[in-house]
Structures are given as structure tokens and as C-alpha cells.
């Protein structure tokens, strides 16, 4: 692909990417409760989710997806649980735990952000319907989605996860019982903000 389309989309994507919604806030959930590393699934995960709907878009798949609406709404739903889920251990963890997280594996967690970005409509819409204004997807080779899918892949790390290094320093600054549980609770109301924002949006 040319550099004009790449620079464009990636300008595009950086800007979209740093607005916060519903997946930043979940990873600076997980990087509040349990440090930087913990949010490496999750990163992992919401990149996964982007390629998903980079693919529909680039190979002309976007009409199939969005006749799967009842997919998509499960997805959604899905997402919104897990959050919660999390948010309620969090609230429920004990003061002085040092890494507050579900007893889950780096699977569960990629699979949060999956989720979480699946059923994001914010995302739905940057590739299904953006997306298409600033790419000629026409003329995307697999070499191009190869291209798109780098791109999307170094943007969402570096920007999610400068979001996640600012949280985890934050929490270093949090080690007395009384302000790591008022940090769980600060996390724990993130990740229902997220799960109310992907809840809402339709």
C-alpha cells in the first residue's frame, strides 16, 4: 500500500485509540489492581479484537457481520459480565492482597479483551464504517492487510500501553492497606464504567 493510506490510517486509529472507552478503561482496571504485566493478555486480546474487524472490513466480510447481529449482542453481553465479574472481585478483595485478580490465566484474560473489543461499537464503526473512507479496501492485497494488521497491532500496544504504565506506576504509590482498597474500589468502578459503556451503546 502506498504511505499516504498507511500514515492516514494509522494517524486515524492513533486518535481513536487514545480516546478512552470502554478497553482502556479496562486495562487500566487490570493495571491499578495487578501492574503492568497482568495487562498483557488483555492488550493482546483488544489487538485480536481490531484485526477481527480489520479482516471484515479489508475482505469484504463487513455485510455477512453485521447480518450476525444476535452474534454480536451475545459477544457484547459477554463482555459486559466478565467486567462486572471483575469489578466485583475487586471490590470484594481483601485490603492487604497484592495482586488483585481473578483466579484465571493469561487465556481468560486475553479473552477479556477479545470481548471487550468484539462488542465495542465504537470499534465496530471505526472499521465497518470509517475505515472504508479513508482505505480503498478494493484494493488492499494480502500484502497491504499484512501492512494494516502491523500498524494496528504497534499503534494499539504503544497507546494502551502507555495507559497501562501510567496506571501501574500510580499503584506503586499505593502501599498502606486502607489506599490499595481504595485503589481496588477505583478499579473495580473503571471496569463497570466499561461494562456500562459497552452495555449502552448500540
Known amino acids: ?3 499516504t493510506s498507511l500514515i492516514a490510517f494509522a494517524a486515524a486509529l492513533t486518535l481513536g485509540a487514545a480516546t478512552p472507552g470502554p478497553g482502556i478503561a479496562a486495562v487500566v482496571a487490570r ?3 495487578s501492574g ?3 495487562t498483557t493478555p488483555m492488550i493482546l486480546g483488544l489487538i485480536a479484537g481490531d484485526i477481527v474487524y480489520l479482516s471484515a472490513a479489508a475482505f469484504g466480510l463487513g455485510v455477512i457481520a453485521a447480518s450476525f447481529g444476535t452474534v454480536f449482542i451475545v459477544i457484547r453481553w459477554l463482555g459486559v459480565a466478565y467486567l462486572i465479574y471483575l469489578a466485583i472481585r475487586l471490590f470484594t478483595a481483601r485490603p492487604g492482597q497484592q495482586d488483585v485478580r481473578p483466579q484465571d490465566n493469561g487465556r481468560s484474560t486475553f479473552l ?8 465495542n461499537p465504537k470499534v465496530i464503526l471505526f472499521y465497518l464504517a470509517l475505515l472504508p473512507t479513508i482505505i480503498d479496501l478494493g484494493s488492499v492485497s494480502l500484502v497491504g492487510f499484512v501492512e494494516l494488521s502491523g500498524i494496528v497491532a504497534l499503534v494499539l500496544a504503544v497507546v494502551i500501553g502507555l495507559y497501562a504504565a501510567l496506571a501501574a506506576r500510580a499503584r506503586l504509590i499505593f502501599t498502606s492497606s486502607r489506599a ?3 485503589l481496588n474500589r477505583i478499579a473495580g468502578t473503571a ?3 466499561a461494562a456500562g459503556a459497552i452495555a449502552t451503546r448500540g
Open 1 to 3: 500500500m502506498d504511505w
Open 191 to 193: 471496569m463497570l464504567g
Open 180 to 182: 490499595k482498597r481504595t
Open 31 to 33: 493495571a491499578l489492581s
Open 112 to 119: 477479556a479483551g477479545l470481548l471487550v473489543t468484539l462488542g
Open 36 to 38: 503492568f504485566r497482568s
